[in-house]
């Protein structure tokens, strides 16, 4: 995780308790989906506004994924 000053952060884990906590105070963060393309094909439902990128494809796709915000990731 990176925090907005550019400094690396220690991930820390949350419950979806606390995502939902969050999403309803109107946090500003980015959820990526890290699932495989195998699990997005069988999930019947998405986190609104996730970004669907694989753990493998994190780095070609860094450009995709807004600054300044808190990263949430989720898999399975």
């Known amino acids: 995780m990176i925090a ?31 699932r495989n393309p195998k699990a997005w094909s069988e999930a019947e439902t998405k986190l609104p506004g996730a970004l669907r990128i694989t753990a493998d494809d994190l780095e070609k796709n860094r450009d995709k994924i807004p600054s300044g915000r808190t990263i949430i990731t989720y898999c399975t």
Request: no cysteine; glycine share 10%; hydrophobic share 30%.
């Open 4 to 34: 907005e000053t550019g400094q690396t952060m220690a991930p820390t884990r949350i419950t979806a308790d606390e995502l939902i906590e969050r999403m309803g105070r109107g946090e500003q963060f980015t959820i990526l989906d890290n």
